[in-house]
């Protein structure tokens, strides 16, 4: 087998978004494109790929495999001494990221588009995290882009192909040996868990105690995990776990774990019959839970309430709880508690890989984003099916009921109404005159001091700005992450363009209240934001600017 070096030609669309590459299946297809992504990523590690050990999987959608191939090729023409992929190219984003933290590799390649759809016509991604398992900071993802726009050639291995359905090490004789270990994609997960959580109490509440959970993967990766953890090992009904076998387009759903997306599980739950619903998305970071009759956590809540309980969890009794986070548009929940609890807060921009440094620094131990993503310093990426243990636990020792847990949060903390509108698929000009029209009037130095008002409703602006941030740990600085408009009364409109579409634009807004008052504690999302709402649609001119009456998600 010989390493050729093959000319290639220049792409200038491989600039890494929120979270990776995410482009549809057919740009990835084209001649080159794939190779090019991943040579870039080999050559921003530098001398350190000779003699790495990478791990290599995905969440199953279509191309997956194809690429999976791709990087075997390249990387055995880079130097690399090992790759540990999952078996059928099939691993989890969580379970990348302990693999890379267990195995103590150089870092991971994570095939996922996440929560967009998959399939010929859909959507496909390649992501890079680096040795503390999480996903490639800015710098890194700056440097793989800007070698893409000057690479000439890639290396490569054409005629190497390597069985990834069979779990066995493969050794292939080059100048050194060059070994890919096909590895089951579930085991070392569930390791894991084990040691986080108190197994034998969930047991009981599923088996004893017949708590009845019902468990939607979306035709995602998480499958095979959630068969397994709370199939095997924790006794749930086959039943009770449904789309649960990884399909390269998803069986045709749209893998987002939200109201819309993951409707199936909402109506049904809401029948009564079950205590709560979960669902996960493509790769299996992001969750949904609801309780009994569809009773919705939003994520902000789902993370301030999984803060405020973590002593009951194996792993954080052991460990101690160092601190929280959340990204910038989630509600301030958590904050309500860290303030009770005398613990470090911190908020960054949107993007899991911000929560990392602070992790590494010991500083982190709890985050989460209103993008269903919840997760811990166990690994460096959100993770579904650890938020779904984790409420488990907490329920299991609490012996109450989602609701319950819901309602004695908000009376201790008080409640930080919230939702999110998006309007998915704009045209990118569109889009971008909604965000002039927000940036134009609230950069305004006038803006501050402002009352905006609706009905009989008003609010005073506090401060309005384009949200930048500051690393505590490395000092970088991430700038133009979101429009914010604080109004006194710690109220918030938020406005931001989406970093993981495919193409067009999808604009997010975000609206926050802050509530004590008994009255309303328990009243209707919705109805307590409709004057911030109403204020929003309006000083954004949306109906004008992108024609739409109303948006695609709510949240
Ligand atoms: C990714 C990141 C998340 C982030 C989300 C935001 O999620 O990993 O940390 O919150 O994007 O998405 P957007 O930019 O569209 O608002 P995922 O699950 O797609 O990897």
Redesign the pocket.
């Known amino acids: 087998m010989t390493i050729v070096e093959i000319k290639t030609k220049i792409y200038d669309d491989q600039k890494p978004?929120?979270?990776g590459l995410r482009k549809s299946v057919k740009v990835f297809q084209q001649e080159h494109y794939t190779e090019n992504f991943i040579q870039a990523i080999f050559t921003a590690l530098e001398d350190q790929i000779t003699g790495s050990t990478l791990v290599v999987g995905g969440d199953g959608r279509y191309y997956g495999k194809e690429a999976v191939q791709k990087i075997i090729r390249i990387a055995a023409a880079n130097g690399v001494r090992k790759l540990i992929v999952g078996q059928h190219g099939i691993l989890s984003?969580p379970a990348v990221s302990n693999l890379i933290r267990k195995y103590k590799t150089l870092g991971g390649i994570v095939l996922t588009a996440?929560?967009n759809p998959g399939g010929p016509n859909a959507d496909f991604g390649i992501k890079f995290n680096c040795d503390n398992g999480g996903?490639a900071p800015d710098h890194m993802t700056n440097k793989i882009f800007n070698i893409t726009k000057s690479l000439t050639s890639y290396k490569i291995i054409p005629e190497l192909n390597v069985n990834i359905d069979i779990i066995q090490t493969n050794e292939i004789k080059l100048d050194n040996t060059f070994t890919v270990d096909v590895i089951d994609s579930v085991n070392d997960y569930v390791i894991l868990m084990k040691e986080i959580f108190n197994f034998p109490i969930i047991k009981e509440l599923l088996q004893e105690r017949k708590f009845e959970l019902l468990v939607d993967c979306l035709n995602g990766v998480t499958g095979p995990y959630a068969k397994c953890i709370f199939g095997k090992e924790l006794g749930l009904n086959d039943t009770n776990i449904v789309h649960s076998i990884p399909l390269e387009d998803f069986g045709g759903l749209h893998p987002d774990p939200n109201l819309t997306y993951a409707k199936d599980l909402v109506e049904t739950v809401r029948n009564g019959t079950y205590d709560m619903g979960v669902a996960f998305?493509g790769?299996g970071?992001?969750n949904m839970i609801i309780g009994k009759k569809a009773l919705f956590v939003t994520p902000s809540d789902s993370l301030a309430i999984l803060a405020a309980n973590l002593n009951v969890i194996p792993y954080f009794k052991k460990n101690g709880i160092k601190g929280y986070a959340r990204?910038m548009p989630t509600a301030a929940a958590v904050d309500q508690v860290a303030k009770l609890n005398n613990i470090e807060c911190f908020e960054v921009p949107?993007?899991?890989k911000y929560f990392g440094n602070l992790m590494d620094a010991g500083r982190l131990s709890i985050c989460g984003?209103e993008?269903f993503?919840t997760g811990s310093d166990h690994i460096r990426e959100?993770d579904g099916i650890w938020a779904c243990l984790a409420w488990l636990n907490v329920i299991a020792e609490l012996k109450k009921s989602i609701e319950e847990i819901q309602k004695d949060h908000w009376l201790k903390f008080g409640r930080n109404f919230f939702t999110r509108y998006d309007y998915e698929n704009c045209e990118l000009e569109k889009a971008n005159k909604v965000m002039t029209e927000v940036e134009t009037k609230i950069l305004d130095p006038a803006f501050k001091g402002t009352k905006l008002c609706d009905g009989t409703k008003n609010y005073v602006v506090k401060h309005a700005d384009n949200y930048s941030y500051t690393d505590l740990i490395d000092k970088s600085v991430a700038t133009k992450q979101g429009l914010r408009i604080l109004f006194e009364d710690g109220s918030r409109i938020i406005f931001?363009l989406?970093?993981?579409?495919s193409s067009g634009a999808?604009i997010?807004l975000y609206i926050e209240a802050y509530e004590t008052d008994q009255n309303i504690l328990y009243n209707d999302a919705q109805e307590v934001l409709k004057p911030l709402i109403n204020i929003a649609l309006n000083l954004s001119k949306m109906q004008e600017h992108t024609n739409r009456d109303k948006p695609t998600v709510i949240t």
């Open positions: 978004g929120t979270s984003t996440s929560h996903p998305d790769d970071d992001r990204s949107t993007g899991w984003e993008s993503g959100k931001r989406s970093g993981t579409g999808t997010r």
